[in-house]
T-cell receptor, first 110, second 113 residues
């Protein structure tokens, strides 16, 4: 059975801290791994990763994929209160299906 | 503005009363999908569509139907809703299926009494 597991389930940090969110997966016919940020409403896209070892960066956020060990990490440096959200990891399989993890709830305190 | 529009945004109804949640996108996307989001279970895919007249089941299709007669619309139909279908529903679309980021609608909160 395909599955995506995210850890930790929740995290509370102070502004300026660096956080690392984890996503491990077991999916048949892996195609890509995507990270989304969900605040109050719709998830919004952050990164898509298809190749091992290539880091994607956007400002203070970065992500990398390890296809051998079947995991990805999302790093956020110098956290701000606006980073408070649920971060979702999703894996796309070859059958056009998406499997999501349950998410990591991040709270950044001022 | 590029968007995915769901209606209604909120609905409270009773067991057994057929309902339809509409989803429309204005980006000429081929791939569309429905998800439900429940506490502790994350987003789970209900149905998806690779193009007009092409649909397939996701992980939790029981109790739902979909149709894709036009590229822009992908309605979700609950023929006989039950309380276990109370959830937050999201519609999403992408240009092609896999290896493309999905754009999500703002969600529909359904309560089945």
């Amino acid at each position: 059975e395909d599955k995506v597991v995210q850890s930790p389930l929740s995290l509370v940090v102070h502004e300026g801290d660096t956080v690392t969110l984890n996503c491990s997966y077991e999916v048949t016919n892996f195609r890509s791994l995507l990270w989304y940020k969900q605040e109050k409403k719709a998830p919004t896209f952050l990164f898509m990763l298809t190749s091992s070892g290539i880091e994607k960066k956007s400002g203070r956020l970065s992500s990398i994929l390890d296809k051998k060990e079947l995991f990805s990490i999302l790093n956020i440096t110098a956290t701000q209160t606006g980073d408070s959200a649920v971060y979702l990891c999703a894996v796309a399989s070859g059958t056009y299906k998406y499997i999501f993890g349950t998410g990591t709830r991040l709270k950044v305190l001022a | 503005e590029a968007q995915v529009t769901q209606n209604p945004r909120y609905l409270i109804t009773v067991t057994g009363k057929k309902l339809t949640v509409t989803c429309s996108q204005n980006m000429n996307h081929e791939y569309m999908s429905w998800y439900r989001q429940d506490p502790g279970l994350g987003l789970r895919q209900i149905y998806y569509s690779m193009n007009v007249e092409v649909t397939d089941k996701g992980d939790v299709p029981e109790g739902y139907k979909v149709s894709r007669k036009e590229k822009r619309n992908f309605p979700l139909i609950l023929e006989s809703p039950s309380p276990n279908q109370t959830s937050l529903y999201f519609c999403a679309s992408s240009y092609r299926g896999i290896n493309q980021p999905q754009h999500f609608g703002d969600g529909t909160r359904l309560s089945i009494l």
